[in-house]
């Protein structure tokens, strides 16, 4: 019998630039291939081939508008002529859509938080931005600017978490802000946002109730000098 060909990791889709309008190409990762090997308790996700992480962000090579699934579909008059004024007027065409190494996909989520930035994009979508970035440098060990951009992305988690009231994803967003300020050694502060999920009877999340229980007992170990690692919930949870 005849062995399968081994199935190409990287697809192409078209689309549309939410600032100029011209359609562009950029790969993803097959959905069959995106399962992860380990987690952080972060959600940073580690895989055997292709990171699925390293083509979140589509980059016009006519304009340089970068941006996620999770952008607007069409830029405002405004923020177009933010953005030329900011970004476009010094953009030199370049083509993200093939195959990225950690490099270029560093290179492609810094252009979409500058580009989300000179469009004053919402909160959640920037704090997201930085946490990935944050993601990129713990994939290659450099923990400096790891702290930095994970300090970063917690400024604006509690930004997102002031200005949105309740929401469907404040259990979650509650959990998050936690396990950044565990990560960057606030332990005080990590305290009492576990605290505030777990005894907030509204919240029904179990899964994330879960989660900071698990990792209130971790951080109740790091505080009392245990030797572990920051990662906590990596075996999948």
Partial sequence: MRALPDLIPLYTIKVICCNCEKEFITSRVRPSLKKAIRRDADFCSYYKDE???YYVVRVCPACGFAS???SADKLADWQRKSFG???GSRWISRDFGDKRSWEIALETYKLALICAQSIKDKDRIIASLLHHIAWMYRYQGDTAQEQRFLRYSLDMYI???ENDGI???DARLMYLIGELNR???EFSNAVKWFSRLIND???MDAAMIRAAREQWAL???QMNGGELSPDGLSSGT
């Fill in 201 to 203: 009877q509204k919240i």
């Fill in 159 to 161: 930004k997102v978490f």
């Fill in 51 to 53: 990171n699925p992480d």
């Fill in 85 to 87: 004024d900011q970004v």
């Fill in 68 to 70: 996620t699934e999770n």
């Fill in 167 to 169: 929401g469907g994803n």
């Fill in 219 to 221: 951080l109740r170990e």
């Fill in 183 to 185: 990560r960057i050694g």
